[in-house]
């Protein structure tokens, strides 16, 4: 029989030892790709590809069809892997240690209409931002979605 959730203290202790398994949701069109800023945590500040972790038992898909829609508002077909992020900067600053497995989604319906609620915190770049996770950055910049 399985307890109740962890205490937040003994997940934390945890979850910072061991590898993260995350998904990461590349969404681009002509106007460049799209990026979210983080407002919390240790990454505040800084803009991101939207990504979130996989949760137990959860189908990698699913996770990027979830993030999407938590992160952005967004409903998206998932159109194929691209690869996977490692994050050293995490490790070297003692955060964690996130894999995302990235996937390029493409957007169904309007994005314009989602993304009006988030006031600022998504846009797209054509060029990508300085405040920047540069593995994400490098990741983006190897598969031809900005510069």
């Known amino acids: 029989m399985m307890g109740g959730p962890l205490p937040q203290e003994e997940y934390e202790h945890i979850y910072s030892r061991v590898p993260r398994l995350t998904v990461e949701v590349v969404i681009w069109s002509r106007d460049g790709v799209l990026l979210t800023l983080r407002h919390a945590g240790p990454c505040q500040g800084l803009w991101h590809i939207p990504g979130g972790t996989v949760r137990y038992g959860e189908p990698l898909t699913d996770a990027v069809r979830r993030v999407a829609d938590e992160e952005l508002g967004l409903s998206v077909e998932v159109e194929g892997l691209l690869g996977y992020i490692e994050y050293p900067s995490h490790l070297r600053q003692g955060i964690d240690w996130p894999v995302g497995i990235t996937f390029k989604a493409g957007v169904l319906g309007s994005p314009a209409r ?6 600022g915190s998504a846009r ?24």
């Open 114 to 119: 989602a993304l009006a609620s988030h006031e």
């Open 124 to 147: 797209w770049f054509s060029v990508l931002p300085e405040a920047m996770h540069d593995e994400q950055k490098d990741f983006l910049r190897a598969h031809g979605l900005a510069t």
